[in-house]
């Protein structure tokens, strides 16, 4: 069992840009696609894919389109944002990265001392009582003979379409949709939040575990699984398997429970924790 390199680009948005294995070959797990418009985006801008594993905070559908965070710029520890004053791009992220957005502060700390394993530590400051989701919306390279394994029977909420209307049932098989089968691509995109901490993602002999905690906090998985049927007009392949705090894509639409809340002191901190595996 290992950890992974996580590389970052606080400059655009703290986009994760690479998520290597520590252990089997020094895979990468992080899918790309070219975007010309994501250099350049803004606060309010449409959502602009360019894989990776974006911060979603404070909502991932919705407004604004897949959270505020993704579309600034982050600070590194230190005062400079990746890619300036120096900083060379492309090297494994170091220390606190935050960013500023209009309601709240988000801080991470990638740490890799932690024996097989890497850890990333959150905390979002925030007034008592704002509440947000947030999901690490990772994009993965994976094979049509990937696998997601979760905890069979959990609860799902499947999402047929881009909206927030869900369709009840339990992990894998909701509505004929067998939710842990990531292909063949068959021309289908759905969304799904499963009520469990954790997910491991099987492509042939290489295993990625994702885990979530958070202390009085409603936490879940989120699963996009776009099979050739997104967007519509030009559509592609895309696999997000998401640790998430909240039950919800859309922030508008979380009811009682559904959503991350900050208490009297001012700030949630939760952990995503990153483990990968090779058979041999």
């Given at each position: 069992m290992s950890g992974a390199t996580i590389v970052t680009d606080p400059a655009h948005g703290g986009r994760w840009t690479s998520l290597i294995a520590g252990d089997g070959g020094g895979r990468e797990w992080l899918w790309h696609r070219d975007e010309p418009r994501r250099a350049g985006v803004r606060p309010g801008d449409a959502f602009a894919d360019a894989g990776g594993l974006e911060e979603c905070v404070p909502t991932v559908r919705g407004t604004p389109d897949h959270g505020d965070a993704w579309a600034r710029p982050w600070i590194r520890s230190g005062g400079r944002s990746g890619g300036q004053d120096?900083?060379?791009?492309?090297?494994?992220?170091?220390?606190?990265?935050?960013?500023?957005?209009?309601?709240?502060?988000?801080?991470?700390?990638?740490?890799?001392?932690?024996?097989?394993?890497?850890?990333?530590?959150?905390?979002?400051?925030?007034?008592?009582?704002?509440?947000f989701l947030w999901a690490a919306h990772a994009l993965?390279?994976?094979?049509?003979?990937?696998?997601?394994?979760?905890?069979?029977?959990?609860?799902?909420?499947?999402?047929?379409?881009?909206?927030?209307?869900?369709?009840?049932?339990?992990?894998?098989?909701?509505?004929?949709?067998?939710?842990?089968?990531?292909?063949?691509?068959?021309?289908?995109?759905?969304?799904?939040?499963?009520?469990?901490?954790e997910a491991s993602v099987q492509d042939g002999a290489d295993v990625l575990h994702l885990a979530v905690e958070a202390e009085g906090q409603p936490v879940s998985v989120a699963l996009w699984r776009n099979l050739g049927g997104f967007p519509e007009d030009a559509p592609y392949r895309s696999i997000g398997v998401e640790p998430m705090l909240g039950r919800v894509f859309d922030l508008a639409a979380a009811g009682a429970g559904d959503a991350a809340c900050v208490p009297a002191s001012g700030e949630v901190r939760w952990r995503l924790t990153v483990t990968a595996t090779r058979r041999s």
């Open positions: 120096g900083e060379r791009p492309g090297r494994p992220a170091r220390g606190e990265e935050s960013v500023d957005c209009p309601d709240f502060r988000l801080t991470r700390r990638i740490r890799t001392d932690v024996p097989d394993r890497t850890v990333v530590d959150y905390r979002l400051s925030a007034a008592p009582g704002y509440r993965l390279d994976v094979s049509d003979q990937g696998r997601l394994q979760l905890t069979e029977g959990a609860a799902v909420r499947l999402y047929p379409d881009g909206g927030s209307r869900w369709i009840p049932g339990t992990w894998p098989l909701v509505d004929g949709v067998p939710l842990d089968r990531l292909g063949p691509d068959d021309g289908t995109a759905v969304g799904a939040v499963v009520d469990v901490a």
